[in-house]
């Protein structure tokens, strides 16, 4: 039986709920390039590189790009936005957990928001590792949410946590957050870390916007309880958006793509 894989039901919809642009990620691409001190003859691999948001600027600038992604829906989006599979990208639908590639592989190895999602973090870790060069960099990046989005999908979150029960997937998924450390990991392998806010800026939704990315569930703790209780709770926070906030209000506040640099001393 094939595994259920949530980000084949929301690829088709994945970049319009997220609130990293095409053009803040050009800003980003600038950034990782300098860091990097790119050349030319740079590679690039992004293990969990669905649609491609954070890696299309690189491959559009000729760059030797290789992402990995669980779900084929999502790499799917990622071809139809440069019609095809250029040259210099290479696309592969496999598992990150385990990288299907030699030692000593690519010079950039990026991660956003992933690492989480992997069975077993450290194994992974030790992947990215061995595939990495040895003077290569690896970035561990975060889109940070906007705070009132934050607060907003908090409100959300609490109506859920009352029909949840237990809760049990969520407390574990938490526990896995809570447990990863991944300056740790790379420090103990004798690499330096520094962090970087690539870029900042700001983000602006209405509430009915922010209602109907829910209401699409396109993001990965909608899918953590049944169609009952989703909708349940959908209801009610609905209810709740007209009350407390009022459809067309728009929710301003930043967003930050943080890096969590590493490389070997």
Known sequence: MKKFNYYDRIAQIYNQTRWLTESVAEEVADFILDLTCA??????????????????????????VTGID???EMLEQFRQKINGTPPNLILRHTDASQLPFPD????????????????????????????????????????????????????????????????????????????????KYFNSKGYISNYFIAKQWAVNNT????LNFLKLRAYGFCWQVSDEIFHQSMNEFE???????????????????????????
């Open 39 to 64: 050349t030319p003859e740079t590679s690039f691999l992004e293990p969990g590189v669905g649609t491609g948001l954070n890696v299309l600027p690189l491959v559009k600038r000729g760059y030797s």
């Open 207 to 210: 509430v009915e916007e922010l």
């Open 239 to 265: 209810e709740f958006c007209i009350e407390h906030y009022g459809l067309q209000t728009v929710l301003s506040s930043d967003a930050k793509f943080e890096i969590w640099a590493y490389r070997m001393r």
């Open 104 to 183: 000593n592989s690519f010079d950039v190895i990026l991660t956003v928001h992933m690492v989480h999602t992997v069975s077993d973090w450290r194994a992974f870790l030790d992947e990215i590792d061995r595939v990495l060069k040895p003077e290569g960099f690896y970035l561990n990046c975060q889109w940070i949410t906007p705070p009132k989005r934050r607060e907003f999908e908090g409100h959300f979150r609490a109506i859920l946590s009352k029909y949840e029960g237990d809760k049990q997937e969520s407390k574990y998924v938490n526990t896995v957050l809570q447990e990863i450390d991944v300056d």
């Open 70 to 72: 669980i779900s084929e």
